[in-house]
C-alpha cells in the first residue's frame, strides 16, 4: 500500500521529534558491497550518512512544496534540473529517488536527460530502451525495470537518436506519464540543461507538483537559473 494514500499525519517525516534529516528506523537498506547497485547511491546502503541526512531534507522541502500546492491525490509527482551541475545532480537524483522509495511508497524514477544517461549505470540496470522509445511509440510495454532498492523502478532513458532529445520537450511530462497507465507509484522526472541549452522546460515540467533546480556554484550562470524560473 502506498503511504501517501494515508492522512498526512500517517506519512513519515523524518524521526518523531519532527526533524526531516534524521533517519526513521528499519529502513529497507541494501548490504554493504551489494554490487547490485553503485556505491555513490549511499542511500541504499547507510541511512546515518551526513550526505543521506541532506537528501532527505531535499525530500522533505519537496513535500512540502507539493502540500502546499495541492498535491492530494495520494502520488507525489516531483521534478529534479541540474543546471550546468554535472554528475553531482544525477547522484543526487539517484539518491533522492531511493530516499522517497523508502520512505513514501513505490517510486518511479525517469531518466528524461536522454542525450546523457546517468541513472541506469547508478542504479545498475539496462538502459537497452526507456523514455526515448516510450515517447516515439516505439516502446511495446511501458518500459520500467525494477531496482535492487525496494520499490524503487527506473524507466531509463532510452537510447539517444536524431531527435530523440527533442521529444521531451513536447509537452508535460506528467501528462505524459498519466497516459502510459504506469502502476500506481511517485515519480520523479531527472532533467538536464547543458551549456548553451534553450530548452522549455515551462512546458515540460507543467503539472509537476514541486521541482529543485541543482546549479554548481561558479559555473552555473545566473542568468541561466532566472531563464528557467521565469
Do not use: C
Not at 551526513?50 to 507525489?76: C, F, M, N, S, T
Not at 509527482?77 to 513514501?104: K, W
Not at 497516459?179 to 547543458?194: G, H, V
Amino acid at each position: 500500500v502506498n503511504p501517501l494514500l494515508a492522512e498526512p499525519s500517517a506519512l513519515h517525516n523524518g524521526a518523531p521529534d519532527g526533524d526531516p534529516a534524521t533517519a526513521p528506523a528499519n529502513l529497507p537498506l541494501l548490504q554493504p558491497g551489494d554490487t547490485r547497485v553503485d556505491p555513490l547511491v549511499t542511500a541504499a546502503f547507510d541511512a546515518n550518512d551526513a550526505y543521506v541526512a541532506k537528501v532527505r531534507k531535499v525530500r522533505a522541502k519537496l513535500l512540502a512544496a507539493a502540500r502546499e500546492a495541492g498535491a492530494i491525490d495520494g502520488r507525489l509527482r516531483l521534478a529534479l534540473l541540474s543546471l550546468h551541475a554535472g554528475d553531482e545532480a544525477s547522484i543526487l537524483a539517484a539518491n533522492l529517488a531511493t530516499v522517497l522509495a523508502q520512505m513514501d511508497g513505490p517510486t518511479i524514477v525517469i531518466d528524461a536527460d536522454i542525450p546523457h544517461p546517468t541513472l541506469d549505470r547508478l542504479l545498475r540496470v539496462p538502459n537497452s530502451i526507456g523514455l526515448a522509445e516510450q515517447l516515439s511509440g516505439m516502446a511495446l510495454r511501458v518500459p520500467i525495470v525494477p531496482t535492487a532498492v525496494e520499490r524503487l523502478w527506473l524507466m531509463p532513458s532510452g537510447q539517444a537518436s536524431n531527435g530523440s532529445a527533442s521529444l521531451v520537450e513536447k509537452g508535460s511530462l506528467v501528462e505524459a506519464a498519466d497516459r502510459w497507465n504506469m502502476p500506481p507509484a511517485n515519480l520523479l522526472a531527472y532533467l538536464a540543461e547543458r551549456p548553451r541549452g534553450t530548452t522549455a522546460f515551462g512546458t515540460i515540467l507543467e503539472k509537476f507538483d514541486a521541482v529543485v533546480l541543482v546549479a554548481q556554484r561558479g559555473v552555473t550562470p545566473v542568468a541561466e537559473i532566472r531563464r528557467v524560473i521565469d
